[in-house]
Structure formats: structure tokens, C-alpha cells
């Protein structure tokens, strides 16, 4: 069966320090892979996906940014945090069957 | 574009009252529709879903009609328990492998 992995589970940050966020799946091949924020008392956004390694698609601008190093590993990254990077930070993958996307546990990120 | 309208919440219950979280949504074509559970703490899971007009999605006592002519995707619960206190998200996919996702409503159900 599939599973999906984020770490860290929570993270506090100050403004201005790095970011790495990890996502891995398990089981599948040649996923699709999504990075999504959900901010307090807010819906999902999708900031980036990717259909396979090496292909990044944004869909916010954002100091964010994401990247593919292998098949079944999303990173989502950032040179300086800002406040408003706080929020809950949701991983995705799906085989491109209509709406079929399972998520990660997510990972809280506060930046202060 | 696209886009998604749900009840806004928080919606709070007592356990066995009837449930309906609406969402409506504005498309251009015909989208699949879908709703996502989030219990505290956790990522979405799939509750349901209906992929053309008049389909009906159902699980774990959900359900919801794809309502075409009312651009509709309201979800029901004939008797809900302490268990389903979660966020609801109402979703569409137009086959271009992203989902646009409502704003969520927040359900408490008390005992």
C-alpha cells in the first residue's frame, strides 16, 4: 500500500532563517506531488506541483520554492522566511486519477 | 475561473442532529466534485465523490448529489456522531490534475 511521509511534524522558525520541508511516497511510481498551505482560518492554496523529476509548477509567487530530486521526493524550500510564511504546510501526491489526491500529516511551521 | 463556495462556519451540532454543509460552485465545463475530511491534527482524506450531474457520492453515512442545474454539492448526514467533528472541504477538478478547494467548514458535534 501507499503512504505518504512530511517532516518535521512542527517547526518554529525565526523571520529570516531557511526552511526545508520533506515529503516522501511510498509504494507508487512517477506520482504527482503537490505542496499546499493552509494558513489560520483559511482554505488550501496550491503553491506548486510537479508531474515528474525535475518539473516544478508554481502557482503563487512567493519566496517559496520546491523541487524534485528523486521520483517519489517533493522539497519545499525557502532562502528567508517571512511571518506570513506561517501555516500548515500539506503534501499531496495522486496518480492524475480525477481528484484521487492523498495528503501527508502536515507540517506546522510558525515563524516569529 | 473556477471557484468554490462553502457555508461558512463554524457549524456546531448535538450528536444525532441532521447535517447539511452547503457549497456551491462556478465553472466553466463540467467538473468532478469532491468532498475532504480533516480530523485535528491530520492531513485530508477523500470522504466522497461524484464525477458527472446527478451522480450521488456516499461514505461513512455522507452523501452528496451532484446538483448541475444548481451548481450544487451540499453534503448530508442523517445522524451525526461526536466522531465526525472535523473540517469539511468542498472541491472540483476539471481533469487538469489540481484541485480547487473551498475555505473549509469547521464541524463540532457535541454529545
Known amino acids: 500500500s501507499q503512504t505518504i511521509h512530511q517532516w518535521p511534524a512542527t517547526l518554529v522558525q525565526p523571520v529570516g532563517s531557511p526552511l526545508s520541508l520533506e515529503c516522501t511516497v511510498e509504494?507508487?511510481?512517477?506520482?504527482?506531488l503537490y505542496w499546499y498551505r493552509q494558513a489560520a482560518g483559511r482554505g488550501l492554496q496550491l503553491l506548486f506541483y510537479s508531474v515528474g523529476i525535475g518539473q516544478i509548477s508554481s502557482e503563487v509567487p512567493q519566496n517559496l520554492s520546491a523541487s524534485r530530486p528523486q521520483d517519489r521526493q517533493f522539497i519545499l524550500s525557502s532562502k528567508k522566511l517571512l511571518l506570513s510564511d506561517s501555516g500548515f504546510y500539506l503534501c499531496?501526491?495522486?496518480?492524475?486519477?480525477?481528484?484521487?489526491?492523498?495528503f501527508g500529516p502536515g507540517t506546522r511551521l510558525t515563524v516569529l | 475561473g473556477n471557484s468554490v463556495t462553502q457555508m461558512e462556519g463554524p457549524v456546531t451540532l448535538s450528536e444525532e442532529a441532521f447535517l447539511t454543509i452547503n457549497c456551491t460552485y462556478t465553472a466553466t465545463g463540467y467538473p468532478s466534485l469532491f468532498w475532504y475530511v480533516q480530523y485535528p491534527g491530520e492531513g485530508l482524506q477523500l470522504l466522497l465523490k461524484?464525477?458527472?450531474?446527478?451522480d450521488k457520492g456516499s461514505n461513512k453515512g455522507f452523501e452528496a448529489t451532484y446538483r448541475k442545474e444548481t451548481t450544487s454539492f451540499h453534503l448530508e448526514k442523517g445522524s451525526v456522531q461526536v466522531s465526525d467533528s472535523a473540517v469539511y472541504f468542498c472541491?472540483?477538478?476539471?481533469?487538469?490534475?489540481?484541485?480547487?478547494f473551498g475555505t473549509g467548514t469547521r464541524l463540532t458535534i457535541i454529545p
Open positions: 461524484a464525477t458527472k450531474a446527478d
Open positions: 509504494g507508487t511510481s512517477n506520482p504527482n
Open positions: 499531496a501526491w495522486s496518480l492524475g486519477q480525477v481528484g484521487e489526491q492523498f
Open positions: 472541491a472540483l477538478d476539471f481533469g487538469n490534475e489540481k484541485l480547487t
